[in-house]
């Protein structure tokens, strides 16, 4: 499977790279959002995993998400956030994510979400 994730922390990125590693899955990283919209098309990818919070970035998860679903990507995207107060839900779902997984993620719970996109 060809997962990307948009992630500006290492330490996620790390996490993230060692659960593809024990599900033979291949995983490309993008740390700007920028760099991200210029690389993933439709088809490039099987699932998208998307930190919400980009750093001071001119353009955040959820403003990358309606961009890339504007360009055609219909792949699953699944939020990454720590935020999860009433209504953010919502908004996910405004901007086209799939669903959301609140930080910090367990190598199971992670393992799970990628199997059920398999």
Known sequence: MQIVYVEDNLANVALIERICH??????????????ALAAVSPGSADLILMDLNLG?????GLQLT???????VSEPIVAITAYDTMGYADQ??????????????????MLNLINTYR
């Open 56 to 60: 001071n970035r001119s353009i955040d």
């Open 22 to 35: 024990m599900n033979n899955d291949e995983l490309v990283t993008f740390s700007d959002a920028e760099e």
């Open 66 to 72: 309606r961009l890339l679903r504007q360009k055609g």
């Open 92 to 109: 996910y779902a405004a901007a086209g994510c799939n669903e959301y997984v609140r930080k910090p993620v367990s190598v199971r719970s």
